[in-house]
């Protein structure tokens, strides 16, 4: 694996300060004590003891502040940068990130130290400030590698996928066998939507790296993006038996199942995944969805409460729990229902639509045209949307705009169940 794609704090930030410490054994004067804390800083960070670490760099650094240890301040600036790298390594990012500020004001010339910075900032969040430092390195240094593969994980962040792809690119043209980078570029690929592209960085990272569990988990989605649903169930049980405990894979594996139409494994899927997580919203959607598909409505509609319960904002909860008390014959629950949805999401063209069914199944053609109209607003497509519209209009007497709506139906998708039975005994041509 290429070092740059590797913990920077844990490999390639300590080989670069190598040179550095032995400068700093002739710039600070000799001092014995100072170079001894120097010295044992480095091998506390060898030993892994960075909390140690850091206590004897803050010793050098403390009594450097009267500005006599050093001969100029970039030697002093190695030092801090040396406390922020272990600071990093304890996870203790804010800290890291006040030293490297502290060291590329000490030594504004420094890249190495202004490379830290943005990789501290990239992994607390702080996407625009890493990718300030970022540009300002490649800026001085040119294409260097390590730096665009860590442009190109921020970009991606920020959801700029092609940019990433480019990136990455460069990057991985110096290193082409490096596992990390080919996953993060099939990350990519899978934002854009470029599936087959990320199936081929994931597999070319997973034969580099066959434990790499994360690329397994990936490449399981972008084969369900493709409907491949037999090779993501393989990729999902893959990550599983690294990962028993994942409630992700479990549910993943549990849509990939009911893609292929396995109701009942993606059923016992998705209740793997709410045992090991039990407020996990999606895969109590998701079982709600499989149990709706199995008529077992009772039990979709305790999934769906479970998930408005957790998220009253969940517009598609309170949908789906409308179109379960509407097949159990509870008119006015699903009118509430599908209000709910409406008012939560107003472009909410499917819940429109249920709507329209409910009105119109109690013979309520006016607000069911009021709603149909609404759907197919939002949704020019929506084939079936027309139908219905089509029958309300042509029960409320309104021959011609039933007409003109079964033909629009028709033209959108001359399969509807019913549609061309329709217009035969209406004599619609």
């Given at each position: 694996?290429?070092?740059?794609?590797?913990?920077?704090?844990?490999?390639?930030?300590?080989?670069?300060?190598?040179?550095?410490?032995?400068?700093?054994?002739?710039?600070?004067?000799?001092?014995?004590?100072?170079?001894?804390?120097?010295q044992s800083g480095d091998q506390a960070v060898d030993q892994g003891d960075f909390q140690q670490a850091v206590?004897?760099?803050?010793?050098?650094?403390?009594?450097?502040?009267?500005?006599?240890?050093?001969?100029?301040?970039?030697?002093?600036?190695?030092?801090?940068?040396?406390?922020?790298?272990?600071?990093?390594?304890?996870?203790?990012?804010?800290?890291?990130?006040?030293?490297?500020?502290?060291?590329?004001?000490?030594?504004?010339d420094n890249m190495d130290?202004?490379?830290?910075?943005?990789?501290?900032?990239?992994?607390?969040?702080?996407?625009?400030?890493?990718?300030?430092?970022?540009?300002?390195?490649?800026?001085?240094?040119?294409?260097?590698?390590?730096?665009?593969?860590?442009r190109g994980v921020v970009l991606l962040a920020q959801d700029r996928a092609e940019e990433a792809i480019a990136d990455l690119n460069m990057a991985l043209s110096v290193a082409p066998g490096d596992a990390q980078a080919l996953y993060q570029r099939g990350r990519a690929f899978l934002t854009a939507g470029r599936y087959q592209d990320a199936i081929q960085d994931f597999s070319a990272s997973i034969r580099l790296d066959p434990n790499h569990a994360d690329a397994f988990m990936q490449r399981g989605i972008a084969y369900a993006e493709t409907r491949s649903y037999d090779e993501a169930i393989q990729d999902f049980s893959?990550?599983?038996?690294?990962?028993?405990?994942?409630?992700?894979?479990?549910?993943?594996?549990g849509q990939a199942n009911a893609g292929k139409g396995l109701l009942t494994p993606a059923v016992e899927d998705y209740t793997a995944a709410i045992q090991l997580e039990p407020e996990y919203v999606e895969a109590l959607y998701n079982r709600g969805l499989a149990y709706t598909e199995k008529t077992f409505y009772d039990r979709a509609k305790d999934d769906y409460t479970a998930v408005i319960e957790q998220r009253p904002d969940h517009a598609r909860a309170y949908n789906q729990r409308g179109l379960v008390n509407a097949y159990k014959g509870l008119a006015d629950?699903?009118?509430?229902?599908?209000?709910?949805?409406?008012?939560?999401?107003?472009?909410?063209a499917?819940?429109?639509?249920?709507?329209?069914?409910?009105y119109s199944n109690q013979s309520d053609y006016t607000q069911a045209i009021a709603d149909y109209s609404r759907a197919v607003e939002l949704d020019?497509?929506?084939?079936?949307?027309?139908?219905?519209?089509?029958?309300?209009?042509?029960?409320?007497?309104?021959?011609?705009?039933?007409?003109?709506?079964?033909?629009?139906?028709?033209?959108?998708?001359?399969?509807?169940?019913?549609?061309?039975?329709?217009?035969?005994?209406?004599?619609?041509?």
């Open positions: 694996m290429a070092r740059w794609v590797t913990s920077i704090w844990l490999v390639v930030a300590w080989l670069l300060l190598v040179v550095g410490s032995v400068a700093l054994l002739v710039g600070c004067g000799g001092d014995e004590e100072i170079l001894a804390r120097i206590a004897h760099y803050s010793v050098v650094i403390d009594k450097a502040r009267d500005g006599t240890l050093f001969d100029n301040d970039a030697e002093l600036a190695l030092v801090v940068q040396k406390r922020g790298q272990a600071h990093a390594a304890r996870g203790e990012y804010p800290s890291a990130i006040e030293d490297f500020s502290f060291a590329v004001r000490l030594d504004p130290i202004l490379f830290d910075r943005g990789v501290a900032y990239r992994t607390v969040g702080q996407l625009d400030e890493a990718l300030s430092d970022f540009n300002r390195v490649l800026e001085v240094q040119g294409n260097e590698p390590r730096v665009l593969y860590q893959t990550v599983i038996r690294f990962r028993p405990n994942s409630p992700e894979a479990f549910n993943l594996r629950q699903a009118v509430t229902d599908y209000t709910t949805a409406i008012r939560l999401q107003p472009d909410f499917i819940a429109y639509h249920n709507r329209g069914n409910v020019p497509d929506n084939a079936i949307a027309f139908f219905d519209r089509g029958n309300a209009y042509y029960f409320q007497g309104d021959r011609e705009r039933a007409v003109q709506d079964y033909k629009w139906a028709f033209a959108l998708d001359p399969t509807i169940p019913g549609i061309q039975e329709t217009m035969r005994q209406l004599g619609i041509n």
